[in-house]
Nanobody, 123 residues
Framework: QVQLVESGGGLVQAGGSLRLSCAAS????????MGWFRQAPGKEREFVAA????????YYADSVKGRFTISRDNAKNTVYLQMNSLKPEDTAVYCC????????????????WGQGTQVTVSS
C-alpha cells in the first residue's frame, strides 16, 4: 500500500498563498497519477487537481484553474499544490490521493488517501 501525509495547511487571508505537500511512502509512488481533493463542512468532496505519473500533464477544476498549480517530485515521493489568490470558498480540508486512472475527477477512481490538511481562508 501507499501511505500519504499532507502538510502545509493553515490560516491565510483572502488573496494570500499556501503550498501544500503530500509525502508518500512506498516504492511505487512514481507509477501513480496523483490528485488533490477538498471537502468543506457540509459539502461533498470535490476534485481540485491531478497530475500524471511523470508530471508532464496536469488537470484542474475550473474553480481553481489559474490560481492553483500541482506538481510532483518523484525522487522525493512528494506532490505539491501551490495555491495562490486564495478565496474564502477555498476553505476546506485538502487531501491527496493516488490513482491508476489518468485525469479523473472522480473520487471513486482514487485508491489511497491521506488524512488531509486544513486550509482556512479568511475574508
Amino acid at each position: 500500500q501507499v501511505q500519504l501525509v499532507e502538510s502545509g495547511g493553515g490560516l491565510v487571508q483572502a488573496g494570500g498563498s499556501l503550498r501544500l505537500s503530500c509525502a508518500a511512502s512506498g516504492r511505487t509512488f512514481s507509477s501513480y497519477n496523483m490528485g488533490w481533493f477538498r471537502q468543506a463542512p457540509g459539502k461533498e468532496r470535490e476534485f481540485v487537481a491531478a497530475i500524471s505519473w511523470s508530471g508532464g500533464s496536469t488537470y484542474y477544476a475550473d474553480s481553481v484553474k489559474g490560481r492553483f498549480t500541482i506538481s510532483r517530485d518523484n525522487a522525493k515521493n512528494t506532490v505539491y499544490l501551490q495555491m495562490n489568490s486564495l478565496k474564502p470558498e477555498d476553505t476546506a480540508v485538502y487531501c491527496c490521493a493516488t490513482s491508476n486512472t489518468w485525469s479523473s475527477r472522480r473520487s471513486r477512481d482514487y485508491d489511497y488517501w491521506g488524512q488531509g490538511t486544513q486550509v482556512t481562508v479568511s475574508s
